[in-house]
Nanobody, 121 residues
Framework: QVQVVESGGGLVQPGGSLRLSCAAS?????????ISWYRQAPGKQRELVAV???????SYADSVKGRFTISADSAKNTYYLQMNNLKPEDTAVYYC??????????????WGQGTQVTVSS
C-alpha cells in the first residue's frame, strides 16, 4: 500500500501565492508513474489541475496555465504545486493523486485526503 499526504493549504489574499506538497510513502518498493493535482470547489465536480510524469512531462488546465507550476523531488517522493497570482475561483479542496507501480506492476491510483485552499480578501 502507498500513502499520499498533501499539505500547504490555507487562506491567502487574491494575488498571493501558496505551495502545496504531496508526499508519497509506503512499505513496499514502489515507483511513481505520474502525480496529478485535482481540485474540487463546493457544488462542483472534481477537476484536473496539473500532471507531472516520471519523465518530467507536465500539463496544466487552461485555467491555471502561467500561474501554477507542478514539480517533483523524486528522491524524496515529494511533489509540489506552486500557485501564484491566486484568484477567488481557485478556492477549492486540492487533492493529490499518485499513479503507482509496485515491483514494476501497475498498482493503481492512490488519493490523498485533500488540503483546503481559500482565496479571499
Amino acid at each position: 500500500q502507498v500513502q499520499v499526504v498533501e499539505s500547504g493549504g490555507g487562506l491567502v489574499q487574491p494575488g498571493g501565492s501558496l505551495r502545496l506538497s504531496c508526499a508519497a510513502s509506503g512499505r513496499s518498493s514502489f515507483s511513481i508513474n505520474a502525480i496529478s493535482w485535482y481540485r474540487q470547489a463546493p457544488g462542483k465536480q472534481r477537476e484536473l489541475v496539473a500532471v507531472i510524469t516520471d519523465r518530467g512531462s507536465t500539463s496544466y488546465a487552461d485555467s491555471v496555465k502561467g500561474r501554477f507550476t507542478i514539480s517533483a523531488d523524486s528522491a524524496k517522493n515529494t511533489y509540489y504545486l506552486q500557485m501564484n497570482n491566486l484568484k477567488p475561483e481557485d478556492t477549492a479542496v486540492y487533492y493529490c493523486n499518485a499513479d503507482v507501480s509496485i515491483a514494476t506492476a501497475r498498482a493503481g491510483h492512490y488519493w490523498g485526503q485533500g488540503t483546503q485552499v481559500t482565496v479571499s480578501s
